[in-house]
């Protein structure tokens, strides 16, 4: 069975252009081809161009946070991208593709 697509999930959550008081969070781990890897590139890629062409406003997921904290509304298609780990692919994979988009997304490390 082929894994659900991001726009499909999306699409469930969809609102429209708005202020709200809730968010989404991608989550990936690594991104990219090797063993390992948990989004390949081309999903990852797909992911990217729903976001950018749905006029999603992905921002820092510590200022969504914030806002959330003291009872601010954010965009209505506010977004975060987070990663959980230091994998290298962050680097060589997903930091071009965000940064060629403007998006901003948050790292977790581990110690």
Known sequence: ?????????????DCPVRTQDSSVALMYNRVGAADGATTEIAAFENHLTHLSTNNYEVLPLAQIVAALQVGAAVPGRAAAITFDGRHISIYREVWPRLRALGFAFTVFRHH
């Open 1 to 13: 069975m082929a894994a659900p697509t991001l726009a499909a999930f999306l699409v469930s959550v």
